[in-house]
C-alpha cells in the first residue's frame, strides 16, 4: 500500500518568513495530494490540493509543488503570520472509482514566532 | 448549517465492552471516512464509504466495523475495545475527496480505554 513520510515534524519560523514542508510518497500510481491544516483542539482542514497533472497550485500565501519523477510535494507558506501555527498534514490517494483510501503523513508542527 | 456531527465528543470505557460512535452529515454526500489521530502517526484512515452499502477498508481496520445503510449516517463499532484504541477518532465526509471536493470533518471523539 501507499506509504507517506513527511518532514520535518516541528518547524519553527520568524514572522514573516517561508516555511517548506515536504512529503514523499511511494505509490507512483497516486494521483492526487492534498494538505490539511488542523489548529489546536481542531479539527483538520483543507487548505490546498494539487493533481498528478500539474506541477505547482499556488492560492494566495500557499502554494504546492509536485515532482512525480522524484514522488515527493511541497507545502510552501510564505510571508508567514502567527494564525500559520498549526500543524500541517499531507496526504496521497490513488483516485479510481471505488478506491478512494487517503494515506496521511504523519503530520508538521509548524509554529510562527512573533 | 452543514456539518459533520459525532456522539459522543468523549467516551471512558473498559476493555470488552461494545461501543458505537455515530457520525451523521446533512450535506449529502456519498464519501464518508472514519480516521484515528494518534501523536506522531498523523491521522490513519480505518474505514471508507463510497455509497450507501459500499464500504472498504482503510489502512488500520483491525478491531473496527461500520456499516453505510443510509448515506447521512456511518457508524463506527468497536466489539470488543482495547486500550490500543484509545485515541481521537474524526469522522469526514466528501462529495468525492479525490476529485478535489472538499472533505468535511468532524468535531472528533476522544476514546479512553481502560
Known amino acids: 500500500g501507499e506509504n507517506v513520510e513527511q518532514h520535518p515534524s516541528t518547524l519553527s519560523v520568524q514572522e514573516g518568513d517561508s516555511a517548506v514542508i515536504k512529503c514523499t510518497y511511494s505509490?507512483?500510481?497516486?494521483?492526487?495530494f492534498p494538505w490539511y491544516k488542523q489548529e489546536l483542539g481542531k479539527r483538520p482542514q483543507l487548505i490546498i490540493d494539487i493533481r498528478s497533472n500539474v506541477g505547482e497550485k499556488k492560492d494566495q500565501r500557499i502554494a504546492v509543488t509536485l515532482n512525480k519523477t522524484a514522488k515527493h510535494f511541497s507545502l510552501h507558506i510564505t510571508e508567514t503570520q502567527p494564525e500559520d501555527s498549526a500543524v500541517y498534514f499531507c496526504a496521497a490517494s490513488k483516485s479510481n472509482f471505488g478506491n478512494e483510501k487517503l494515506t496521511f503523513g504523519t503530520g508538521t508542527r509548524l509554529t510562527i514566532i512573533p | 448549517e452543514a456539518q459533520v456531527t459525532q456522539n459522543p465528543r468523549y467516551l471512558i470505557t473498559v476493555t470488552g465492552k461494545k461501543l458505537t460512535v455515530t457520525c451523521s452529515q446533512n450535506m449529502n454526500h456519498e464519501y464518508m471516512s472514519w480516521y484515528r489521530q494518534d501523536p506522531g502517526l498523523g491521522l490513519r484512515q480505518i474505514y471508507y464509504s463510497m455509497n450507501v452499502e459500499v464500504t472498504d477498508k482503510g489502512d488500520v481496520p483491525e478491531g473496527y466495523k461500520v456499516s453505510r445503510k443510509e448515506k447521512r449516517n456511518f457508524p463506527l463499532i468497536l466489539e470488543s475495545p482495547s486500550p490500543n484504541q484509545t485515541s481521537l477518532y474524526f469522522c469526514?465526509?466528501?462529495?468525492?475527496?479525490?476529485?478535489?471536493?472538499?472533505?468535511?470533518f468532524g468535531p472528533g471523539t476522544r476514546l479512553l480505554v481502560l
Open positions: 505509490d507512483s500510481a497516486s494521483n492526487y
Open positions: 469526514a465526509s466528501s462529495l468525492n475527496p479525490t476529485a478535489g471536493e472538499t472533505q468535511y
